[in-house]
């Protein structure tokens, strides 16, 4: 079955702490890969995403994932956080087909 | 604001009851794709629509069921409410089934409170 996981449903950093969230899918046919994010209170919101080329994506706010085919994986980082950064982070994977299938999410607090 | 129009935003009825769920995609875009996020299950596809008609199915109880105008606008009904039908639930649109690679644009979602 097509499937994502996220490792980690809560996270608790420091302002300035780097931050890795790990994703990985069940699929190993062509995918395309989404991290999306939402703040308290608002939607869903792109963060960035991957279909082809250089594994390493950058998306905005800092934000970047690297896809690494062997592993199954698109895991989220960002060097820096900021207290502003505090939301719930969903990886999606879109499998063959046009149904986007999301991971638990992840609530990340970052402290100030 | 994202393009996508979800109302209302906030629903509160009675178990038994039946309700409708609007949203109206962003301009230019034919698909549209319903999700429900509990803090259960988490984000669960339920159905698309593409251009009228239904594209793909998810986790979509018999007692849920969805349609998409010819104007693109899209209405979930649910009916026999049942407590644990309480979520919120996200109305998605993209340009088009081979668009969807480009990602999904979200509306704000209509939280459903079953009392």
């Given at each position: 079955a097509q499937s994502v996981s996220q490792h980690n449903?809560?996270?608790?950093?420091?302002?300035?702490?780097?931050?890795?969230?790990?994703?990985?899918?069940?699929?190993?046919?062509?995918?395309?890969?989404?991290?999306?994010?939402q703040y308290p209170g608002q939607h869903l919101q792109l963060l960035l995403k991957y279909f082809s080329g250089d594994p390493l994506v950058k998306g905005i706010k800092g934000f970047e994932a690297e896809f690494i085919k062997s592993k199954f994986s698109f895991n989220l980082r960002k060097p820096s956080v900021q207290w502003s950064d505090t939301a719930e982070y969903f990886c999606a994977v879109l499998f063959c087909g046009n149904k986007l299938v999301f991971g638990a999410g992840t609530i990340l607090r970052v402290k100030s | 604001d994202s393009g996508v129009t979800q109302t209302p935003k906030h629903l509160i009825t009675a178990t038994g009851q039946r309700v409708t769920l609007r949203c109206s995609p962003r301009s230019g875009d034919l698909s549209v794709y319903w999700y429900q996020q509990s803090l259960d299950q988490g984000l669960q596809f339920l159905i698309q629509y593409y251009n009228g008609e239904e594209r793909a199915k998810g986790n979509i109880l018999e007692r849920f069921s969805?349609?998409?105008?010819?104007?693109?606008?899209?209405?979930?009904?649910?009916s026999s409410l049942e407590l644990g039908d309480s979520a919120l639930y996200f109305c998605a649109s993209s340009a088009s089934d081979r668009s969807a690679h480009y990602?999904?644009?979200?509306?704000?979602?209509?939280?459903?409170?079953?009392?």
């Open positions: 449903h809560h996270v608790i950093l420091s302002e300035a702490a780097s931050l890795e969230l790990g994703c990985n899918y069940s699929y190993g046919g062509t995918v395309n890969l989404f991290w999306y994010v | 969805a349609q998409q105008f010819p104007d693109l606008h899209s209405e979930l009904n649910l990602g999904y644009t979200f509306g704000s979602g209509t939280r459903l409170t079953v009392v």
